[in-house]
C-alpha cells in the first residue's frame, strides 16, 4: 500500500519524528516533513543521515503558498502540526488560532488543490471537553476536516483521535525527570488527575496502519489505558509523598479526558484494536 508513495508530514515534534524513522522502513517513495523551526528538522536530518528519499521544507502550516507546494505531488498528509501546551495557549491564543485552525484549513485547501489521495488529521482527546483555547481549537480542527471530505471529490479525509503519547517532548514526565535530576519536588495539578495514554512507537504504528483502511469521513480512536497521574507520580518519587507537590489546576486544564461523545459511543465500530466512528 505504501509502495512508491509520496507522503508529506507536517510537524517534526516526536510523533512527527517516529514515524519518519517507521515509514523510512517501508518501501515508500519520498518522504517530505513540513516544519517552522530549523532546529527540528536539524535534528531529523541527524536521526536519519544519508536518506536520500528524506526532504526537509522549512515552513509554517499558516503561509497557504508553502503549504501547497509542500503538497505537489504527494500521495498521503498526515498532519501533525500543531501548537499544543494547553497554558501557553490561555495567554497566546491567536498563535494558537493561527496553527491549530487556520494552518488546519490551509493544510485542507492544499491537498484539495494538489489532489492528495488520502489525508490524516491528527486530534486530540481533549477536543471532546473543548475546556480551554487548545482544546477548542482541535475541535474545530475536526470540524474543518469534515468540511474538506465534503467538499472533495478526490481526497479522503479521516480524522484520528488519540490521547497522550510517551514519550513526548514537552510532556508532565519530561519535566518531572528534569527536576528529579536536580534534586527537587515534582509538581502535579490534582490527585484526581486521569489521563489515556498510548507509547508513541504504537501510535505512529496505528497511524500508519489507518493509512490502509480509511475510506474517508471517519474517525479513529486507538484503544488506550487509563492512568491516574498521582500513582505514576508516586512511582517516580519511590513512594515519598513529600517529594510531590501539588499545585492546583492550570488554566485550560481539566481532571479527564474522554475519547467519545455520547453520540459517537452510539455509532461507534469495535475493531478489536481502535474504534471507528
Known amino acids: 500500500m505504501l509502495k512508491n508513495k509520496v507522503i508529506l508530514i507536517t510537524g517534526a515534534g ?3 519524528t517516529e514515524l519518519v524513522g517507521q515509514l523510512l522502513n517501508e518501501d515508500i ?7 517552522s523551526s530549523e532546529q527540528s528538522l536539524f535534528k531529523l536530518e541527524l536521526k536519519f543521515p544519508e536518506e536520500d528519499r528524506l526532504r526537509f521544507i522549512l515552513g509554517d502550516v499558516t503561509n497557504q503558498e508553502k503549504v501547497e507546494f509542500a503538497c ?4 498521503y498528509v498526515i498532519h501533525a502540526a500543531a501548537k499544543k ?4 495557549g490561555e495567554y497566546n491564543p491567536d498563535v494558537f488560532i493561527g496553527t491549530n485552525i487556520h494552518g488546519t484549513e490551509n493544510v485542507i485547501k492544499g491537498c484539495l488543490a494538489q489532489n492528495v489521495e488520502k489525508a490524516i488529521f491528527i486530534s486530540s482527546d481533549k477536543a471532546l471537553h473543548q475546556f480551554g483555547i487548545y482544546a477548542k481549537t482541535k475541535a474545530i480542527g475536526e470540524d474543518l476536516w469534515k468540511w474538506g471530505y465534503r467538499i472533495s471529490n478526490t481526497t479522503q479525509f479521516s480524522i484520528i483521535r488519540p490521547g497522550n503519547f510517551l514519550p513526548s517532548d514537552g510532556s508532565v514526565f519530561q ?3 528534569e527536576a528529579l535530576a536536580h534534586g527537587k519536588e515534582i509538581h502535579l495539578t490534582d490527585k484526581r488527575m486521569r489521563r489515556y495514554f498510548i507509547p508513541i512507537e504504537d501510535m505512529a504504528k496505528f497511524v500508519i496502519s489507518i493509512l490502509s483502511v480509511m475510506k474517508g469521513n471517519e474517525i479513529f480512536i486507538p484503544k488506550m489505558e487509563e492512568k491516574e497521574i498521582y500513582k505514576i507520580a508516586l512511582e517516580y518519587v519511590n513512594g515519598d509523598e513529600s517529594k510531590i507537590k501539588i499545585i492546583g489546576l492550570r488554566p485550560g486544564e481539566t481532571l479527564s479526558e474522554d475519547l467519545m461523545c455520547a453520540e459517537e459511543k ?4 469495535n475493531r478489536g484494536s481502535y474504534y471507528k466512528i
Open 14 to 16: 516526536s510523533l512527527g
Open 85 to 88: 501546551f494547553v497554558n501557553y
Open 29 to 35: 517513495h519520498s518522504l517530505r516533513v513540513l516544519d
Open 175 to 177: 519535566i518531572w525527570d
Open 72 to 75: 505537489k505531488n504527494v500521495n
Open 266 to 269: 452510539k455509532i461507534a465500530v
